[in-house]
């Protein structure tokens, strides 16, 4: 069974610290990605990564970088939150299939509050 | 600017109705076209999809029509069960990327 798994549910920080969320796949995945979904919004692209050390700004950088070191391991890092930073925090990997097709596949999400 | 326009908001519909989510792109780049079902609780996850090459795909109760020229895609949910109450994301992928572009979501509510 595929998996996407997002180091932390639920997660508060306070405005000024920094946050690392981690996320690790077990399906040697190329391609992993950061959204963060907000209501009415839906799910906007933070940042991707195609491959080790590799890394593309989404539609929403700002205020956050990225880090792969490791194949499996996509940690998103929010250098020094701010309260506009609260929200769903969802992580996926995807790789392309023979006959162009592909999928991303989610993790369960973190709910992140900055206070 | 979203590049993925998806409508309704939310949708309300009787058990064994038809529900219709609509979705519209401008970026002739995309070249695949995901539609994802998230359960409260849960990460999104991969319903049906179709290529532009062909104007509509049905598995099972579930059908997406494409409509290339207007650049506008639906979901069909026939015979709607409250199982099926969710929200859904239609998404278009920019080729050469792998990178998803997600619509905003449509919360629907099937009543029993």
């Known amino acids: 069974d595929v998996k996407v798994t997002q180091s932390s549910r639920y997660l508060v920080k306070r405005t000024g610290e920094k946050v690392f969320l981690e996320c690790v796949q077990d399906?040697?995945?190329?391609?992993m990605f950061w959204y963060r979904q907000d209501p009415g919004l839906g799910l906007r692209l933070i940042y991707f990564s195609y491959d080790v050390k590799m890394k593309e700004k989404g539609d929403i950088p700002e205020g956050y970088s990225v880090s792969r070191e490791k194949k499996e391991r996509f940690s998103l890092i929010l250098e020094s939150a701010s309260t506009n930073q609260t929200s769903m925090y969802l992580c996926?990997?995807?790789?392309?299939?023979?006959?162009?097709?592909?999928?991303?596949?989610f993790g369960q999400g973190t709910r992140l509050t900055v206070v | 600017q979203q590049q993925v326009k998806q409508s309704p908001q939310s949708l309300i519909v009787q058990k064994g109705g038809i529900s219709i989510i609509n979705c519209a792109y401008e970026n002739t780049a995309f070249d695949y076209f995901p539609w994802y079902q998230q359960f409260p609780g849960k990460g999104p996850a991969l319903l049906i999809a179709i290529r532009p090459d062909v104007s509509e795909k049905k598995e099972g109760r579930f059908t997406i029509s494409f409509n290339k020229s207007a650049k506008q895609f639906s979901l069909h949910i026939m015979d709607s069960q409250p199982g099926d109450s969710a929200t859904y994301f239609c998404a278009a992928r920019q080729n050469n990327f792998n990178k998803f572009y997600f619509g905003s979501g449509t919360k629907l509510n099937v009543k029993p």
């Open positions: 996926a990997s995807s790789s392309e299939t023979g006959q162009g097709y592909t999928e991303a596949f």
């Open positions: 399906m040697d995945h190329e391609n």
